[in-house]
């Protein structure tokens, strides 16, 4: 069931008229806008009966109680209303891959391997503003496992202004070296390659960088905030490079030559045994103790289009 309550376009509703709606519809897994969406998501989520309320979808454009968001793309997952204390439950059978408590923004999670996918990839689900959690990292969980309890209000700008379960699926996960950044993708890499030119050997502080290209509305930041430095690449388009303020660590480039991907740098990814570049740009720039064994064709300056 889609409740479209005329909420649509307003800013937050009290939390009065929030528990009249869930008292009104049942909480038996409707979903449940603040907004009326010209194109609906294109993820269909299939709830089981009894299911909380979903009171914020994928990429929505608002939050819990209906405020904007300046930045929809990072809001990777889905906020389910959940009452503090309730039980959370296990999606599917796993094994805990990190556990976070009171995070600065997020305040409690933890996150889930579920194993590879269809496709060959690794499955990961992030739980987020929980309260306690019943498992440890390294633990193995089944499907219908108690292994949270829902949380308390995190009274940041992450929580929304009301207690609620965020969930998310990735593909992808990272984030930099003391922690502060978190990333997540929940797609497939549309490129991987080395790139050896000199804004990115100044960058890395070596002879080259890695980077996995991925769709722009694919990718979410899950903590903390990164900073920009704004450089220009070679050809001339615009190109942010994007930073943990606190350590330093590049996590990703914003390049107006392909402007519908974001390049995460590879040394920020949480696993990349998977790796493998496709092909090395920028050759003309390599120094020599770049030289790779690597079978990647090389071009002398941007990959080709398409």
Known sequence: MVCNNGF??????????FYSLIEKNGNTGFVLRYHNEKSPSKYEIVLPENSPPIISDHHSRYGVLGGSRSDPSKHGGI??????????????????????????????????????????????????????????????????QHIADAGELVKTSCGGGMEHLHFHMSKIRGGCLCGSI?????????????????????????AFSIVVGVPRDSFSITAGNL???????ESGEYLHR???????????SDAG???????????????????????Q????????CGELNSDAPKVEGNPPAG
């Not at 990190?98 to 990961?124: E, M, S, T």
């Not at 978190?182 to 070596?206: F, L």
């Not at 900073?227 to 690449?233: A, G, P, Q």
Request: one cysteine or more; charged letters at 25%.
């Open 182 to 206: 978190r990333y997540e993708s929940n797609s497939e890499p549309a490129i991987t390659a080395i790139c050896h030119c000199k804004h990115c050997q100044k960058q890395a502080g070596t």
């Open 79 to 144: 906020d389910f209303y959940i009452k503090p204390g309730e039980a959370i439950i296990a999606a599917a059978d796993g094994k805990v891959y990190g556990v976070k408590i009171k995070d600065r923004c997020v305040g409690n999670q933890f996150a889930i391997y579920f194993g590879k996918g269809p496709d060959g990839k690794k499955l990961y689900a992030t739980h987020m503003h929980v309260g306690k959690i019943h498992v440890k990292k390294g633990d193995e969980v089944k499907r219908g």
């Open 257 to 279: 030559i392909m402007p519908d991907l974001l390049f995460i740098k590879a040394g920020t990814l949480d696993d990349a045994s998977w790796l493998k570049p496709e092909i």
């Open 8 to 17: 649509a376009g307003k800013k937050n509703i009290s939390e009065s008229k």
């Open 227 to 233: 900073k920009t430095y704004e450089d220009s690449s």
């Open 242 to 252: 994007k930073f943990c303020p606190d350590c330093g660590s590049p996590i990703l």
């Open 281 to 288: 740009v920028w050759t003309a720039h390599q120094i020599p």
